[in-house]
Each structure stands twice: as structure tokens, then as C-alpha cells.
């Protein structure tokens, strides 16, 4: 199985989030496994949407995603190691970037049924799926 995973996580859905975690409880064995938790601030890639995020504002947010993930973390069952990470950017590209620099075994994270929107442009997860150089495994949110 695997010892270190990556859970990428939209914070305003913390059902799927303890679903996550679930699934990578299953997942873990060996000496010391971690889990690390990811949450992507995208609100910065259309910067013009959001003309009132200064500084701190920023700052303030991602202390508030880390505390909420430490939170999530503080459930997990005794003997796996939770560590949570805030970036900035866009979502695939940093899922991508993390997993590689925390040499992760795999990335479980939530998808959506695809729509006809999904055909044309694409979703996170296929993009992550698609780039990952370690196994990824989807777990359907429908």
C-alpha cells in the first residue's frame, strides 16, 4: 500500500473531506505513514474578481485553511501523521507541484460526474491524472 498521501481538498465541503481521509486510512500502512492536506487558493488567478484581497486579507484567509485542515488532521486515527499545506495558484498545477516536491505514493482526491462542461475544458482531476507520476485514485462525489 502507500505511506505518504496527498489529499487536495476544497475546504467549504468537509463531508468530502472526512471521505477522503477514510479512503486513506484504507490506503496507509508501513512505518510512520503521513497524510498531507492540501488546499489551493485560486482566488488570485483572476485577481480583477477580487479587487478588495490585500495582504492580509490573504493572509488571514490561508491561516483560517490551516486551521480548519489541522482540525480535520487532529481526526485521523492514531499512529498516522497529519501534516496540512496552503498555496496559491491553480489547482492541478499546484496538486502536481506539491505531490512531486513531497514525493507523495499517491493523491486521493474528489470529482464530479463529468458534465458537458468537463468535455470541453477539462477538470482538475483528469489533468492530475493525466500528469501524476505517482497513482491517483478519484473517489466519485455524486
Known amino acids: ?6 489529499l487536495p481538498v476544497d475546504l467549504s465541503h468537509e463531508d468530502h473531506i ?3 481521509m ?3 486510512v484504507k490506503m496507509t500502512e508501513g512505518e510512520s505513514p503521513e497524510v498531507h492536506m ?10 480583477a474578481g477580487y479587487p478588495h484581497l490585500n495582504e492580509q486579507s490573504i493572509a488571514d484567509h490561508h491561516r483560517d485553511a490551516k486551521q480548519t485542515m489541522d482540525r480535520l488532521l487532529a481526526e485521523l486515527p492514531e499512529g498516522l501523521i ?11 498545477d499546484q496538486i502536481l507541484e506539491t505531490a512531486q516536491a513531497l514525493a507523495v505514493n499517491v493523491i486521493v482526491m474528489m470529482a464530479r460526474k463529468p458534465g458537458i462542461r468537463s468535455y ?4 482538475n482531476a483528469e489533468r ?3 500528469h501524476a507520476g505517482c ?3 478519484i473517489v466519485r462525489n455524486d
Open 128 to 130: 492530475v491524472v493525466r
Open 82 to 92: 497529519g501534516f496540512s499545506h496552503c498555496c496559491e495558484g491553480t489547482a492541478h
Open 135 to 137: 497513482s491517483v485514485v
Open 120 to 123: 470541453f475544458i477539462g477538470s
Open 22 to 24: 477514510r479512503v486513506a
Open 1 to 6: 500500500m502507500f505511506n505518504k498521501v496527498l
Open 38 to 47: 492540501l488546499y489551493v487558493d485560486q482566488s488570485l488567478i483572476h485577481s
Open 18 to 20: 472526512r471521505e477522503l
